[in-house]
């Protein structure tokens, strides 16, 4: 069975960070891009960050480019999201993903969904 299990999330002020971490399990995701989205209460799920399978690319939504940093482990099948300078506007359930493409494209889909791990930031 695959799993994404995500940790990291809990209560923070803003300017503050936290350190979102994904374990897949299951299956090895070294092959493929593994990725963040979020939804905050009342909100659409949005994309935050994707990583490709090796490292080298990554993607980010606008809101977050400059705070908000991805990167991956494929020894220990982990991705990671490194949020800096939080703002009340980043409260949001966070979910880590994975796709079955190992690179970007326009058609990307995201094929694995972890439960989510809360994100509240307070002013």
């Known amino acids: 069975q695959v799993q994404l299990v995500e940790s990291g999330g809990g209560l923070v002020q803003a300017g503050g960070s936290l350190r979102l971490s994904c374990a897949a399990s299951g299956r090895t995701f070294n092959k493929n891009v593994m990725g963040w989205f979020r939804q905050a209460p009342g909100k659409e799920r949005e994309f935050v960050a994707a990583i490709d399978w090796s490292g080298g690319r990554t993607v980010s939504a606008d809101s977050v480019k400059g705070r908000f940093t991805i990167s991956r482990d494929n020894a220990k099948n982990t991705v990671y999201l490194q949020m800096n300078s939080l703002k009340p506007e980043d409260t949001a359930v966070y979910y880590c993903?994975?796709?079955?493409?190992?690179?970007?494209?326009?058609?990307?889909?995201?094929?694995?969904w972890g439960q989510g791990t809360q994100v509240t930031v307070s002013s």
């Open positions: 993903v994975a796709s079955k493409f190992l690179a970007f494209w326009t058609g990307i889909t995201y094929d694995y």
